[in-house]
């Protein structure tokens, strides 16, 4: 689903990125409370085609992460995939999204969804008071470490990430239930994480 192709913008609209390498469970679960409790008409799943915050890793191509986003949010009413940055050169900027998106969607209220672990080099992030003033932040937890912020926050905690499932993969334990079944039929079917280079 193109956001660029809907005739009417929604009103309310989450930006959620990240590598999604790969999307799991704990993703779906906080952009439902987002969707519920920020009251949202729409939360966009943008996979990164190049985090400039982690300049040294090797994600899965993003043709393959946007194919797993798109078979873990299927028929699910207020999720959509927005590929901008896997069609944009060099590093995936946020506040660049965030103007496409605004240009997109000039009347929306934008949020962007914030992981915890990512507030101590906020300020070290491209035009961050310029984002600011672009969107509204909202931070959700991970894991057990918490941060002193100003931000509303998403209030469930969850301990699960795509680390771990990447190195499950690697050595053969299972990720049944850590991932929608969707997606694990994808990791299967391209022999996604079999080393742990990723």
């Not at 779906?28 to 890793?57: G, N, W, Y």
């Not at 470490?145 to 509303?152: G, K, N, R, V």
């Not at 795509?162 to 694990?184: F, K």
Request: hydrophobic share 40%.
């Amino acid at each position: 689903m193109n956001p660029a192709s809907e005739p009417s913008a929604p009103r309310r609209i989450a930006l959620f990125g990240g590598s999604f390498d790969p999307v799991h469970h704990g993703h779906l679960i906080l952009a439902r409370d987002a969707l519920e409790q920020l009251q949202l008409d729409l939360v966009l799943f943008i996979p990164a085609a190049h985090s400039p915050h982690k300049p040294d890793t090797n994600p899965a191509p993003g043709h393959l992460r946007a194919e797993m986003i798109a078979a873990a949010i299927e028929g699910e009413q207020g999720f959509a995939l927005c590929p901008l940055e896997l069609s944009r050169e060099g590093p995936s900027y946020s506040i660049d999204t965030a103007h496409a998106l605004r240009a997109l969607h000039p009347d929306a209220e934008l949020f962007f969804l914030l992981g915890e672990d990512n507030l101590p080099l906020l300020h070290t992030w491209r035009r961050i008071d310029e984002l600011r003033a672009a969107v509204r932040f909202v931070v959700y937890g991970r894991g057990t470490t918490s941060h002193a912020h100003d931000f509303p926050r998403l209030q469930r905690r969850l301990d699960l990430s795509a680390t771990e499932i990447r190195q499950r993969v690697a050595r053969g334990a299972s990720i049944r239930y850590l991932i929608p079944d969707a997606v694990q039929n994808l990791i299967h079917r391209h022999h996604l994480y079999r080393s742990t280079h990723h």
